[in-house]
């Protein structure tokens, strides 16, 4: 699976290719101990967590079945802010330059923003999604047979990502807002019909669905390969979990130094630079 994966570590394909191409170290395995020890942990790897190690520094590989993640908070925030994001999006697209708002923007408001543990007062409400943690009654109510609660308890990480999640998918603006302008409009095609409210949703629905269908189908060959990497997922997993990393380890980095900021410090400075 991984011979020709240029993003599997190269010299741990080298090593992989020795052993499996010298019959000596199959025969004889005990006169290269340090080559099977190899061997097996990148069998462990592969099985128990990811052989790369940019999904390894990103991804948990496991899995907490009990922590909220369909909520009632998440449809609010999550349909509150795909409308503002595409909207926004959508009425600045004909602009030049361009106005967008990313849907990082909706994952960082999404949850909280401080710099310091000691700036951060824990009786002091955050955007959002903590804010409705500490405002949303606790009361389970029963519908249909069905128990739930519009307060679960404190703001999980699959809440914050499913809310990430939607703002992904909604902020991309369709391609209809392209087609649509050229199609009504007088100077080009002059279709009036285009200005019709009915043609509008049903052709942004139905181009939509064509995407999601041809990109289900495709899921065998670039969702569920391990080699199917997408760094942009990873870069928004690795800052949802920044977010909600409530231990702070130091690590040693160039020059001998060792970093004690966390992975919300880091990223908050990184961006007023890039502001500045």
Known sequence: MHRYDQNFPGH????????????????????????????KLEAILSTENSPYQEVRANVDPTDDPSIPSL????????????????????????????????PNVAQMVACKLNLTSELYDAETPDPCGRLLERVLPT????????????????????????????????????????????????????????????YQLLATMGINFCGYGLAGLARRFIVYPSSALWPSSLATVALNKAFHTERNEPVKGPFGWVYKRSREQVFLLACGAMFM
């Open 12 to 39: 741990a394909l080298e090593r992989i290719g020795v052993f499996l191409g010298d019959p000596d170290v199959l025969q004889n395995p005990a006169k290269y101990p340090d080559l099977v020890r190899e061997m």
């Open 71 to 102: 909520t009632f908070r998440v449809w609010v925030i999550g349909i509150v802010f795909s409308g503002i994001g595409s909207f926004v999006d959508t009425l600045f697209l004909v602009r030049q330059p361009a106005i967008s708002i990313g």
């Open 139 to 198: 009361r389970r109510f029963t519908i249909f047979g069905q128990s739930f609660t519009l307060n679960p308890g404190k703001f999980s990480p699959k809440e914050h990502m499913l809310i990430t999640i939607m703002a992904s998918v909604s902020f991309a603006y369709p391609y209809t807002a392209f087609l649509i302008p050229t199609q009504a409009l007088p100077q080009y095609f002059g279709q009036t019909w285009a200005k019709d409210f009915g």
